[in-house]
């Protein structure tokens, strides 16, 4: 059974950073693609970012390009987003995704076959 757990989420101002883990457990192969989330309040949830199986390939949305930054580090089985610039519009809950035996990026959620339980991140005005 594979196991993804989000931490890092929080409250912050807008302008201000956060950094958001995903720890990954159990049988996932380490040529797996990973990808995080989000959902806000109300909305459908989105494609943030994707990073593939070796931390070379990543790939952003558009609304969070030049601001969030992902990585990994598949000796310790994380990945990382780091969120800077934040404002209030990056408000929701951010999900963890891994694409298990699938180096390759994805941006849609039917690619993804392990999610996390996600953890919010609320940016104030």
């Known amino acids: 059974q594979v196991q993804l757990v989000e931490s890092g989420g929080g409250l912050e101002q807008a302008g201000g950073s956060l950094r958001l883990s995903c720890a990954a457990s159990?049988?996932?192969?380490?040529?797996?693609?990973m990808g995080w989330f989000r959902q806000a309040p109300g909305k459908e949830r989105e494609f943030v970012a994707a990073?593939?199986?070796?931390?070379?390939?990543?790939y952003y949305a558009d609304s969070v390009k030049g601001r969030f930054t992902i990585s990994r580090d598949n000796a310790k089985n994380t990945v990382y987003l780091q969120m800077n610039s934040l404002k209030p519009e990056d408000t929701a809950v951010y999900y963890c995704a891994a694409r298990a035996g699938t180096p390759g990026i994805g941006v849609q959620m039917w690619e993804y076959n392990y999610w996390g339980q996600g953890t919010p991140v609320t940016v104030s005005s």
């Open positions: 990073i593939g199986w070796s931390g070379a390939s990543t």
């Open positions: 159990g049988r996932i192969s380490s040529s797996s693609a």
